[in-house]
């Protein structure tokens, strides 16, 4: 009953409000808006998906015109997620398309941080910062709407924690989340059951309405893993390149035989089991070409998401990208 009053309430403030919601993709909101630091980004200057193609589709399911709900992305690790999908989602929903915001990670301490680093740092250089206010401000309590486990802003707030506070989660119903590191929060507990189930339900009234829920991790341990089950449910979009030896498009994997053949990162040891230097490419699952990965930034640009799998259902979004395709500048293939 209680859900039920509540999506009344929903619909009544889209009627009311529908007009104002920006027809704009959040990648186009955080390429015209977003300035990036030298202090919290090694590509100072103008936000561009050029950098993370890869990203752009990923942040875009975050559009009120887009269909997904649900969105589970299984990553490897320093691939711009953080910086190109949660940051610039929390500044486009504050911009451009207001409600309240969950930000949960595996770890408490981490969402505090991230709120007074990187996530303070994209509301200033977006000229957020006018927008962040109290929502109700009473006499005697003249609160500032900025702390370092909420934010809030005009049809809505961001709220932070641990995807662990299991009472944090009773405790709100909310139409975006963003649930990080995923495969560090508890599975379940005595008291409440399974954590997943926990966060779903906190989205339940506006299921109709708009929601946009989204689990981050990089898998951990296969038997205790959060994000894989998750990821499962989706429609299992790989990212596809174009081979630079025969122009088939390709998901980069890391070793796996094809037609009885070695496919994927292949490399050269010598006599004493050590790693030859400049040995390290990649052979292709479709013409067994070999390539390296001084191609990858334009390999990258003509990439697309394909999905694999029919999800379980309509809506749900998910999305595997190990480290194979972090972008020129972080670590390459020889290094992994």
């Avoid at 919290?40 to 942040?59: H, I, M, N, W």
């Avoid at 929060?185 to 926990?198: D, F, L």
């Avoid at 341990?221 to 390149?241: A, M, W």
Wanted: aromatic share 12%; net charge neutral.
């Amino acid at each position: 009953m209680k859900n039920e009053k509540v999506k009344f309430q929903i619909n009544q403030l889209i009627d009311s409000t529908e007009s104002y919601l920006s027809d704009m993709l959040p990648s186009e909101w955080s390429e015209q808006n977003r300035v990036m630091s030298p202090d919290v980004s090694s590509q100072a200057g103008k936000f561009s998906f050029d950098y993370t193609p890869y990203l752009r589709e990923v942040v875009d399911t975050m559009s009120s015109n887009h269909p997904a709900r649900i969105v589970a992305v299984m990553k490897g690790a320093q691939i711009g997620f953080s910086t190109g999908v949660i940051e610039n989602a929390i500044g486009y929903i504050i911009s451009q398309a207001p409600g309240n915001i969950l930000f949960l990670t595996g770890h408490a301490d981490l969402a505090g941080e991230a709120m007074n680093g990187k996530i303070d740092q994209m509301i200033e250089s977006t000229g957020l910062r006018k927008m962040i206010r109290p929502n109700v401000i009473k006499k005697k309590n003249q609160r500032t709407g900025d702390t370092a486990k909420s934010k809030e802003f005009a049809g809505g707030s961001l709220t932070a924690g641990s995807a662990g506070n299991h009472k944090l989660l009773r405790q709100r119903s909310v139409k975006y989340g963003f649930i990080d590191d995923f495969d560090a929060a508890r599975k379940s507990t005595k008291e409440s059951g399974s954590t997943t189930e926990m966060i779903e339900q906190r989205f339940a009234a506006y299921y109709d309405f708009g929601m946009k829920l989204f689990y981050i991790s990089t898998p951990e341990v296969k038997q205790t893993s959060n994000i894989e089950p998750v990821y499962e449910l989706g429609d299992k979009r790989k990212y596809h390149v174009p081979c630079p030896c025969c122009g088939d498009y390709i998901d980069l994997r890391w070793t796996f035989k094809q037609d009885g053949k070695q496919a994927g990162i292949t490399y050269e040891v010598d006599e004493h089991g050590v790693l030859i230097d400049g040995s390290v490419g990649y052979t292709c699952q479709s013409c067994f070409g070999f390539f390296k990965d001084n191609q990858k930034q334009e390999m990258l640009l003509a990439g697309e998401w394909r999905a694999t799998a029919k999800p379980s259902e309509e809506g749900y979004y998910s999305y595997h990208l190990s480290a194979l395709y972090a972008p020129v500048g972080m670590y390459d293939w020889e290094r992994y």
